[in-house]
């Protein structure tokens, strides 16, 4: 194999890395109205329709070309880092990391996001990972992480290859929301800034990390795909009981009264605060609340808790 030539990814990549994530989709699909699924070219969907094939981590950018334009220049501007693996001058993998800062157990460190590679190449993963390993290092990162479903052992088997060792696991809960005796102030809040959750922990939904959740829910970078737009999300500045939180909610496409729940604060999660959040949650008439936690603090939750199959287990390399 010709020398593998690993460097941070520009614009023009971009249709390469697109190609790379699209080449994982097997069907293109749409749902009609009538709630049937029909099979279509790639060529035939919309924006929006292809958006839909990304799945649940945050890659439906990287289904067309335009969106995936918006979001590399996103990230280069800043609020992640793209890299890409280059063999005889053509695009052959790429890797999207986000740098964070966060309480123990995680530190300061590099969270791998995604990491795709043409024929399932090892050799190129091993030099994006290795070139992961050199940014954590400038960076001032104590360690390189990665999130891996724990059903997936082949996933886990492939990154404890290159050394990652178990760091923290997490488990998706429902609870109803309802009403409850509590004081709390929610205001919507604008400014995506990341060194606002410097430092930070993320105690409710962190399935990769604080920050990459961040630079994917908090920006509003898809306002120009009507579809998308018109999703019911809410980024608010929460305020329970003396914690100060920033609140991240996206009501489920085909289940409104669901919705997906991200929280940063400063402070641990209380009784109180999980109180307040269900109250709001009600009177937003959302009847179930979806939130993934550390299987450390499900005893906050109650017995109304109900766990779902979802479990995450983050897996670390000390740099």
């Known amino acids: 194999m010709s020398p593998i030539h690993v460097r941070r990814a520009k614009l023009d990549d971009t249709q390469a890395i697109s190609a790379l994530f699209r080449s994982r989709v097997s069907v293109w699909q749409r749902l009609k109205a009538d709630g049937r699924v029909e099979d279509l070219p790639y060529e035939a969907l919309t924006i929006y329709e292809r958006w839909s094939h990304g799945g649940p981590a945050y890659s439906g950018a990287w289904m067309n070309v335009e969106t995936g334009a918006i979001f590399l220049s996103h ?16 695009v052959q993998a790429y890797a999207e990391a986000y740098p964070g800062s966060e309480p123990a157990p995680f530190g300061n460190h590099l969270h791998l996001a995604h990491l795709v590679t043409t024929s399932q190449n090892e050799a190129l993963a091993a030099a994006l990972i290795e070139a992961l390993t050199l940014h954590a290092r400038e960076l001032g990162c104590e360690r390189l992480t990665v999130a891996v479903s724990s059903y997936d052992t082949q996933a886990a088997a492939f990154y404890k290859h290159f050394g990652m060792q178990p760091l923290s696991r997490a488990r998706r ?3 109803p929301a309802q009403t409850g005796q509590s004081f709390y102030k929610a205001t919507e809040h604008r400014s995506s800034d990341p060194a606002q959750i410097k430092g930070w922990p993320m105690s409710i939904g962190r399935i990769e990390s604080a920050s990459q959740h961040w630079a994917t829910l908090w920006p509003r970078l898809w306002e120009a ?8 999300v809410y980024r608010l500045r929460f305020n329970a009981a003396g914690q100060d939180s920033f609140l991240c909610c996206q009501a489920h496409r085909y289940d409104p009264r669901s919705a997906d729940f991200y929280c940063w604060s400063p402070k641990p999660l209380t009784p109180q605060f999980l109180t307040a959040l269900r109250d709001w949650a009600h009177r937003e008439n959302f009847r179930t609340m979806v939130l993934t936690m550390p299987e450390t603090l499900v005893n906050l939750l109650g017995a109304e808790a109900e766990a779902t199959p979802y479990q ?4 670390a390399l000390d740099v």
């Open 225 to 232: 795909v009507d579809e998308i737009a018109a999703e019911t």
């Open 75 to 90: 990230l280069l501007r800043g609020f992640g880092l793209p890299l890409v693996a280059v063999v005889d001058g053509i």
């Open 312 to 315: 995450q287990e983050i897996l």
């Open 173 to 175: 809960y429902t609870l």
